[in-house]
């Protein structure tokens, strides 16, 4: 194991086993170091790498703290991630969300307000019947977006907000290039409104398993 990693791994086994609490401060550099026989500079690293996804805070002049641990704020780095994405796993990136989007939808059926309801019908208003491919797909993130936060389950949100950017380029040309698309869009979306104003998990998450396969069948056409 690398000098780097074997630091990476003491300081999660800190903060696994309780010794370090999220908001907790880290003992000074050489402190640490000294309790963890490791050399300064690979615990510098170390702590480098786990602020960079968000376990560890450096504040410049005050310390190291372990973070919330919140798993919002740790699930951050997927975006990062998913960033790198191949042209050719666009199509893994969908199907991930057809998995989870449609589950999520359907627990919204049963959690989502009259008010978060009416939020959402005033969007899909506002857009009106003839958006530009651009307006829809922005609208389409923003819908799905207040729709999975409803389900209650922050983490399955985090998820499917950083799986979403991967597939925003597909939505876009699928706009441009097939005829019905928006007309489709706008009908899907309405349809899974629908089904959460009646609170019919089942038909929300049929709507919604239909809406993210309708995009994928589309690519897989055109590949």
């Known amino acids: 194991m690398a000098v780097t990693d074997e630091a990476i791994e003491k300081i999660k086994g800190m903060i696994v086993s309780g010794a370090l ?26 702590v480098r790498a786990l602020s960079l996804i968000r376990i560890l805070d450096v504040r410049q002049g005050d310390g190291t703290y372990v973070t919330s641990l ?33 589950a999520a939808t359907a627990m919204a059926a049963l959690k989502i307000s009259e008010q978060q309801l009416d939020a959402l019908t005033a969007q899909l208003d506002k857009l009106g019947t003839d958006p530009s491919v651009e307006e829809l797909v922005a609208c389409d993130l923003e819908f799905h977006r207040g729709i999975v ?11 499917l907000d950083g799986l979403s950017g991967p597939t925003t380029r597909a939505r876009i040309w699928r706009g441009l290039t097939q005829e019905d698309a928006v007309s489709r869009t706008l009908h899907e979306h309405r349809a899974i409104l629908a089904a959460l104003r009646d609170r019919d998990a089942d038909a929300a998450r049929s709507w919604a398993t239909v809406h993210i396969a309708s995009v994928e069948q589309w690519l897989r056409s055109s590949l």
Do not use: M, Y
């Open 21 to 46: 609490r999220p908001g907790d401060r880290l003992p000074k550099e050489s402190e640490l170091a000294a309790d963890l026989g490791l050399s300064r500079n690979s615990l510098r690293e170390a």
């Open 149 to 159: 936060r409803t389900s209650g389950n922050s983490v399955l949100c985090s998820l």
């Open 70 to 102: 919140d798993p919002q704020l740790l699930l951050e780095a997927l975006s990062f991630v998913v960033d790198f994405h191949r042209d050719d796993t666009v199509l893994e990136f969908l199907a991930v969300r057809r998995i989870l989007e449609p």
